[in-house]
């Protein structure tokens, strides 16, 4: 579990992302954005707290400024199971579960990350993964591992598509429909994903841009900045404050 502060101090247009192995709680400060998910446009403004599940694709657009705190949480914490599918959670006017968001956020301050109970108000946002067994999403989850496995290297769509036995076309359509983004967005997005992670751990940007399969660190930045909306040095400043 982790918490950081962001201040967004300019307008930015965050591509169609979401996070494969966390669930993000977000409380925004101040500013505000416009949030994107399944074709449904939310306005965010002061006070909101926003629940994002993992594997939910969304974009962000900030038009002025955002400012906001986040709390994110690993996928094998789980107290409950769902049937239905899960999707962004988005709460307005909850003073009560924003002052559990706040106390919650100090907590991991001040316990420098380690382990700190999640609150009642949260705990039913994480929920056990439902895998579904239908045969289309069998071979969506072949290619998952492929590239979960693999996203240091060159990864092309063809070879994904061999792998599950479907058309170069028939796979796209599939995994964008499943995934909500499609496969060469997510190799990129995952890419960014455990850069942000090894971030955390080391200073060399060149390493983390060849350890995560870019061809070199100016690559590496140019793509951290879209999917990020800073460069690798700010976020890093941060992560590590």
């Given at each position: 579990?982790?918490?950081?502060?962001?201040?967004?101090?300019?307008?930015?247009?965050?591509?169609?992302?979401?996070?494969?192995?966390?669930?993000?709680?977000?409380?925004?400060?101040?500013?505000?954005?416009?949030?994107?998910?399944?074709?449904?446009?939310?306005?965010?403004?002061?006070?909101?707290?926003?629940?994002?599940?993992?594997?939910?694709?969304?974009?962000?657009?900030?038009?002025?400024?955002?400012?906001?705190?986040?709390?994110?949480?690993?996928?094998?914490?789980?107290?409950?199971?769902?049937?239905?599918?899960?999707?962004i959670h988005i709460l307005k006017n909850q003073p009560t579960i924003v002052l559990q968001f706040?106390?919650?956020?100090?907590?991991?301050?001040?316990?420098?990350?380690?382990?700190?109970?999640?609150?009642?108000?949260?705990?039913?946002?994480?929920?056990?993964?439902?895998?579904?067994?239908?045969?289309?999403?069998?071979?969506?989850?072949?290619?998952?591992?492929?590239?979960?496995?693999?996203?240091?290297?060159?990864?092309?769509?063809?070879?994904?598509?061999?792998?599950?036995?479907?058309?170069?076309?028939?796979?796209?359509?599939?995994?964008?429909?499943?995934?909500?983004?499609?496969?060469?967005?997510?190799?990129?997005?995952?890419?960014?994903?455990?850069?942000?992670?090894?971030?955390?751990?080391?200073?060399?940007?060149?390493?983390?841009?060849?350890?995560?399969?870019?061809?070199?660190?100016?690559?590496?930045?140019?793509?951290?900045?879209?999917?990020?909306?800073?460069?690798?040095?700010?976020?890093?400043?941060?992560?590590?404050?």
């Amino acid at each position: 579990m982790e918490c950081a502060t962001i201040h967004y101090k300019q307008p930015h247009f965050f591509p169609m992302h979401l996070h494969p192995d966390r669930y993000t709680f977000s409380y925004i400060l101040s500013g505000g954005a416009q949030f994107i998910h399944q074709q449904r446009l939310y306005t965010l403004t002061k006070g909101d707290i926003v629940v994002i599940p993992p594997y939910i694709a969304h974009q962000t657009l900030i038009e002025d400024y955002f400012h906001y705190q986040v709390i994110r949480v690993p996928n094998l914490f789980v107290f409950c199971d769902a049937k239905e599918k899960q999707g962004i959670h988005i709460l307005k006017n909850q003073p009560t579960i924003v002052l559990q968001f706040q106390q919650w956020f100090e907590a991991i301050q001040s316990h420098n990350h380690q382990s700190v109970p999640i609150p009642l108000a949260f705990q039913s946002f994480l929920r056990g993964q439902q895998e579904s067994n239908h045969p289309t999403f069998n071979k969506v989850k072949v290619a998952l591992t492929h590239l979960h496995q693999n996203f240091q290297r060159k990864i092309a769509v063809e070879a994904l598509s061999d792998l599950t036995h479907l058309s170069e076309s028939s796979f796209q359509r599939i995994f964008k429909n499943t995934m909500g983004i499609s496969p060469t967005r997510y190799l990129l997005n995952l890419r960014i994903e455990k850069a942000k992670e090894l971030i955390k751990e080391s200073d060399s940007l060149t390493n983390i841009a060849y350890d995560t399969g870019f061809f070199d660190q100016s690559h590496f930045t140019k793509y951290f900045k879209i999917n990020v909306g800073m460069l690798p040095k700010r976020y890093a400043a941060i992560v590590k404050k």
